[in-house]
């Protein structure tokens, strides 16, 4: 199974290839990828740079232009996409059906893959892609138990890639606009979901009240740590009672789903994260190809001891296990 | 301009969604009805008998009826639906998954707010295989509708009008975990709120609504004040989302503006009275947060 790895900087890709991604997924500095954060991402120079480091130690690099294109302003997505090409890129990672159409008829050769964000959760569903575009994997979206992989293998002659550790979208993705209703940024359109410039907290009454475009997300009591507020790990109330409706502030761990995902048929691993520091993607990566290494030759996977890269320090395996639901 | 019903998304005993749509046949101005169940496979099958009568009356008053297929497509029994539903003679389909497209059809059909249509490009791809009527995603933009209909004069753009704005899915049900019940044996609580389970924040402030797997707005989208707008961008269509309330009142008064019978403030002021206790919105058309309500 190969290791894929996030980067968000330059400094971030050359941390991921010394500790062993086999692929590094990244985007460019502007709306057309799908975390389009202040200070992230890469330029045009910096990019054709990254690739050029990764491919001489060996290491892939898929480049994601997975927004939505804004209406009037396919041209941005279209260059990105040429740029992509061009610098280098050993696939694409796309999700609107217009940048997949583009790439398409316009770079037949290079690889496609659909992005988590296409929200293909069947065979149906990725064999559309595969056959209107060429595509030659899909991320699955993290709504999947294993032996619902399982069964998508078996009938796909497209590679799969799934999440195993980080952020943990419990909507099917791309189809989500709860941060849009709150905020006006859409992960669709702009990128970005519970956007840092929409969130205060404050203290009300001895405690701390984090929001999210004026709507309050959780209340945090004396000694309680104030996780961020992303807006589908909050606190609400409903007439059945309060709290994590949703979900609760965890992160996706799913280090010991490996075997059950490498029998499944999984080609590739992924690990969420391209905001996050050189520090993460070090251990995280480092852990992670240890595990695969262990599983590789025969041995018990080593724990992975990542509790202090996860939110609020706790983990769930998430919808890989059918209870989840 | 044309007025559609959108699909019901609720969970409405089988004879009250009958006597739904039969009251819409016989009183309500609409053109076209979008009937069956989008949100939850396991809701299906308490339609299923109805579905033949009802289709019959709508289409008797004329209506146009298409039939929408699921959201969220993963388990084996949903594919099967999906297929079938694709491979049915005579109906016109309503495609909110992709998977709808993996299964080849020569007959016009319709895509439905669920498939993500954010530009020209997309909306002339989908165009080209067969979709002749396009119900874009609530959450764009005027500029964005404007560019879509405007370079796809020859296909129907829709736009979500009217009801709590569906913002997300998941294979989760938050009705059954809130009941502290598996979605496998949910025992289809999401029947006790016939127009969903009100998400409030911890301050009391009305966020959201949960319908089973599907995560709604708590505020109604409004748009009778934007008919002027989207007259002149060329929409063909506005879509009324089923709730609670008394949809055949809500489709005259839409019907009221289009034919510029009655002031938008005024037909404004009645929709509050016709559905009560919760605010209207329309910052999604106009860039704002979709809660907003812009230019009241």
């Known amino acids: 199974m190969e290791l894929i790895c996030p980067a968000g900087t330059p400094a971030g890709f050359e941390a991921a290839v010394e500790a062993g991604a086999d692929a590094i997924y990244c985007g460019f500095r502007d709306e057309t990828n799908a975390r389009n954060f ?43 996409i040429d740029d992509a090409v061009d610098a280098g890129a050993d696939a694409l990672i796309l999700a609107d059906l217009a940048t997949l159409d583009y790439a398409a008829r316009r770079h037949p050769e290079q690889r496609l893959h659909v992005s988590v964000q296409a929200g293909a959760a069947n065979p149906d569903s990725i064999r559309f892609y595969a056959e209107s575009f060429g595509a030659r994997r899909v991320v699955l979206p993290r ?43 859409s992960p669709n359109m702009q990128g970005v979901c519970s956007p840092a410039s929409h969130v205060t907290y404050e203290e009300r009454d001895g405690e701390i009240v984090s929001t999210l475009g004026g709507f309050t997300i959780n209340r945090f009591g004396k000694g309680e740590p104030a996780g961020y507020p992303t807006l589908c790990k909050g606190r609400f109330s409903t007439p059945k009672g309060s709290g994590y409706i949703f979900e609760e502030p965890v992160s996706l761990d799913a280090a010991i789903m490996l075997p059950a995902l490498r029998a499944a048929g999984v080609t590739a691993l992924k690990i969420e994260g391209r905001q996050r520091g050189r520090a993460y993607i070090a251990q995280v990566v480092r852990s992670f190809r240890r595990t695969i290494a262990a599983l590789d030759a025969g041995k018990p996977a080593p724990a992975a001891g990542l509790a202090t890269m996860t939110e609020g320090q706790a983990s769930t395996v998430g919808a890989y296990r059918k209870t989840w639901r | 301009m044309q007025l559609t019903l959108g699909p019901v998304l609720y969970h409405w005993s089988p004879e009250r969604w009958r006597d739904f749509h039969y009251r819409i046949a016989d009183e309500a101005p609409v053109d076209t009805v979008v009937v069956g169940e989008a949100v939850c496979s396991k809701r299906a099958p308490f339609k299923q008998d109805y579905l033949p009568g009802v289709v019959e009356r709508l289409q008797a008053a004329g ?28 109906i016109m389909v ?64 829709e736009v979500f009008a ?43 402030a009305g966020f959201l609504s949960v319908n089973g797997v599907q995560t709604l707005s708590h505020g109604c989208a409004g748009l009778l004040r934007d008919v002027p707008l989207l007259r ?26 289009l034919g510029e019978r009655i002031a938008p403030e005024e037909a404004e002021r009645r929709l509050g009275e016709i559905y009560p206790g919760v605010p209207l919105a329309n910052g999604f058309l106009h860039g704002a947060p979709g809660h907003a309500r812009v230019g009241a």
């Not at chain 2, 209506?63 to 297929?83: D, G, M, N, Y």
């Not at chain 2, 764009?140 to 209909?149: E, G, K, Q």
């Open chain 2, 63 to 90: 209506k146009q009826v298409v039939h929408a297929s699921l959201i969220l497509v993963s388990l084996p029994r949903e594919r099967r639906q999906t297929s079938e539903l694709m491979s049915a003679e005579d």
């Open chain 1, 143 to 185: 709504v999947l138990s294993v032996p619902e992989i399982a069964a998508i293998i078996r009938e796909s002659a497209c590679e799969t890639e799934v999440f195993v550790f980080g952020g943990l979208c419990v909507m099917e993705e791309g189809r989500c606009s709860l941060s849009s209703y709150a905020t006006g940024k």
């Open chain 1, 38 to 80: 202040p200070g992230l991402n890469f330029s045009r120079e910096e990019m054709r740079r990254s690739i050029a480091i990764a491919h001489q130690r060996g290491v892939k690099v898929l480049v994601a232009i997975n927004t939505f294109a804004r209406a009037g302003a396919l041209a941005l997505w279209q260059a990105s």
């Open chain 2, 162 to 204: 009217f009801g709590r704005v569906p913002l997300a899915i998941s294979a989760r049900c938050y009705h059954a975990r809130a009941h502290k019940l598996t979605k496998d044996n949910c025992r289809f609580v999401c029947e006790q709120d016939p127009d969903g389970m009100p998400v409030r924040t911890l301050d009391g």
């Open chain 2, 232 to 257: 002149r961008a060329g929409v063909a269509s506005l879509r009324l989302s089923p709730q609670d309330c008394d949809m055949v009142a809500v489709a005259q008064l839409f019907r009221d503006v």
């Open chain 2, 94 to 157: 309503e495609v909110n998954d992709l998977t709808c497209l993996a299964f080849p059809r020569d007959r016009p059909h319709a895509i439905g707010p669920f498939v993500n249509v954010y530009n020209e490009a997309t909306a002339g791809f989908l165009a080209r295989r067969g979709a002749t009527r396009i119900c874009l995603p609530p959450e764009l933009p005027l500029a964005a509708v404007t560019a879509i209909a405007t370079a796809l004069p020859e296909t129907a753009i």
